[in-house]
């Protein structure tokens, strides 16, 4: 669906982005991810020919945004970081103005009734844009992107700005618009990322650092697994049988939980849940909590962003961070 | 290309912008009307056009300052240049919206012309010459105002900036007339706009004036797509 190859894009002397290169099928949806700055912007900017990069190439469905960009444009709907609004027009006159821009070969009326029922702005299109709340704004800019139903949607930081429940309807939103299109979205939240994309493309000083699937991302593939155990007992004792379980390769004491109660990380090779809870019960041990710890996405970012993983190229397996 | 035009005339009317730049224009149009034509006692219109030549050059800016400005302001730009339209068509949407504001200020001209008529007889071929000239020497400083227009962010720069330029054009002619230098007289005389639209309010169309206007026109708007383009690689 989309092809991206070795964008460079300077702005004046600064590298904004260096050598970025992904692809993705269709059908797809991929978090872009990275810290404020890192060119998350600037790559949709080019992606959409809003920008142009000082080289690479970019190709929508197998046409260059270069050299086709009218054809290229038709297929893309673009949420930027702020919404393209024009403050003095009605809900329905923008969207009625965008339709027409894109030169949407559709029934007008019934086409914008029913992104307006899908992003749920039925209720303002009689309103002036201006006089809207951000959460509103924010989706009456999805519902411009929409607009002659693209099939490459690429939102930026979709849902900035919004309220707990209106960031859950947009996710809720999004992962249903995935089913019918491809999708590239940034974010600061990698919880965000995490709960609606299948990849993640993590981007940092204009350098992708990790191109991943989300699951290998946050370790559900790896090979290490990592339990937090709470257990009535003395510590050396319970550490002492901990480190004798078959599979066990390190047990860390965390402190003390609660009065009498130690509190461990223990690292295996293998699935060791069984052979701890045996272990222990013979020894008299009571277990009053064992939790699998995942790897989260939060903690592989930050392991990335903060220079771990400069040996770490594109494509490169970041499953065991 | 016909929805930017309409967004963007509508635009006028959704601010105080197009209804101010009517009636100054109508205002001041009636005035040396009042003065010129019927004070006076004569049908000719052409000192009412010689005199609007200036209220042209103070008009023109404020219906030019915003169209590209707010558009990078407000990143509304993002929406035009993201979507399949060329950025030539964004720009000569945006000059036609702005030409047909000020075609509808040249109305107060017609109702003036249907007023002499009514009083004496009235010299049509003059009137529409003129506003013929009128139109053409507007879409110069209209897109000279949008080139204005596309270099900042902020529409009151634009518009201040637009301003001086305008006022140092209508001076060309005094820099003629005081420097006695031969060369710089042919120069500033060649690209007099107010001499050039001399011609037009005393009823004189010639080739080379309508050449000139539309030229620079031209120039200006290649000019404006130049920098709206550029901005992409910046």
């Known amino acids: 669906m989309i092809k991206v190859r070795n964008l460079t894009k300077y702005y004046v002397r600064n590298k904004a982005l260096d050598n970025v290169s992904f692809t993705l099928k269709e059908g797809e949806i991929l978090g872009f991810l990275g810290p404020n700055g890192a060119g998350k912007s600037t790559t949709m900017n080019i992606i959409t020919g809003y920008l142009s990069s000082d080289s690479g190439t970019v190709e929508i469905d197998g046409i260059n945004i270069l050299e086709n960009p009218t054809a290229a444009k038709k297929k893309i709907g673009y949420l930027p970081e702020i919404p393209p609004l024009y403050n003095d027009m009605t809900v329905k006159g923008y969207l009625e103005f965008i339709f027409r821009?894109?030169?949407?070969?559709?029934p007008v009326k019934e086409h914008i009734n029913n992104i307006c029922d899908?992003?749920?702005?039925?209720?303002?299109?009689?309103?002036?844009?201006?006089?809207?709340?951000k959460g509103y704004r924010q989706r009456v800019g999805l519902a411009q992107a929409l607009i002659g139903d693209p099939p490459l949607l690429i939102l930026d930081e979709p849902t900035v700005g919004l309220d707990p429940q209106q960031i859950i309807e947009i996710r809720r939103l999004i992962r249903e618009l995935g089913k019918k299109h491809t999708i590239i979205l940034s974010s600061h939240l990698l919880s965000e990322v995490q709960a609606v994309c299948d990849k993640i493309l993590i981007i940092n000083n204009g350098k992708i650092v990790a191109d991943e699937l989300t699951s290998s991302l946050t370790g559900t593939g790896s090979s290490t697994e990592k339990l937090s155990l709470i257990v009535?007992?003395?510590?050396t004792q319970v550490q002492s049988a901990l480190q004798k379980i078959d599979g066990v390769t390190n047990v860390t004491y965390l402190g003390e939980a609660e009065k009498g109660c130690c509190e461990f990380t223990v690292s295996s090779r293998r699935d060791v849940r069984r052979l701890i809870?045996?272990?222990l019960a013979k020894t008299d041990f009571n277990i009053l909590k064992m939790t699998p710890v995942e790897l989260s996405l939060e903690d592989t970012y930050l392991n990335i962003i903060t220079g771990k993983s400069e040996i770490k190229e594109a494509g490169s397996d970041v499953s065991n961070l | 290309m016909s929805a930017i035009y309409k967004r963007e005339f509508m635009s006028y009317f959704t601010s105080p912008v197009g209804y101010a730049v009517l009636a100054a224009f109508m205002f001041f149009s009636g005035i040396f009307f009042y003065y010129q034509c019927l004070y006076t006692g004569t049908t000719s219109m052409s000192g009412v056009f010689q005199s609007m030549f200036l209220i042209v050059m103070f008009i023109i800016p404020l219906i030019t300052m915003r169209s590209f400005a707010d558009d990078?302001?407000?990143?509304?730009?993002?929406?035009?240049?993201?979507?399949?339209?060329?950025?030539?068509?964004?720009?000569?949407s945006k000059f036609l919206s702005a030409l047909s504001i000020f075609a509808l200020c040249l109305c107060s001209f017609v109702i003036e012309g249907v007023a002499l008529t009514i009083l004496a007889k009235a010299d049509w071929s003059v009137i529409i010459g003129n506003i013929f000239g009128m139109i053409i020497l507007a879409a110069s400083f209209i897109s000279i105002g949008l080139f204005i227009s596309s270099l900042t962010e902020s529409s009151i720069v634009a518009a201040i900036v637009s301003f001086v330029v305008n006022v140092l054009i209508s001076l060309l002619d005094t820099i003629s007339y005081t420097a006695h230098i031969d060369v710089l007289t042919k120069i500033t005389d060649a690209i007099s706009f107010q001499g050039r639209y001399g011609n037009f309010a005393i009823g004189q169309i010639s080739l080379s004036d309508v050449v000139f206007f539309v030229t620079v026109t031209c120039l200006f708007l290649f000019l404006t797509d130049r920098i709206v383009e550029r901005r992409r690689w910046a």
């Open chain 1, 277 to 279: 809870f045996r272990s």
């Open chain 1, 118 to 133: 899908q992003v749920k702005i039925s209720d303002v299109k009689e309103k002036i844009i201006k006089n809207l709340s």
């Open chain 1, 101 to 106: 821009l894109k030169k949407v070969r559709k």
């Open chain 2, 72 to 92: 990078r302001k407000n990143k509304t730009d993002q929406a035009l240049l993201t979507a399949p339209v060329g950025i030539p068509a964004i720009v000569i």
């Open chain 1, 232 to 235: 009535e007992g003395r510590k």
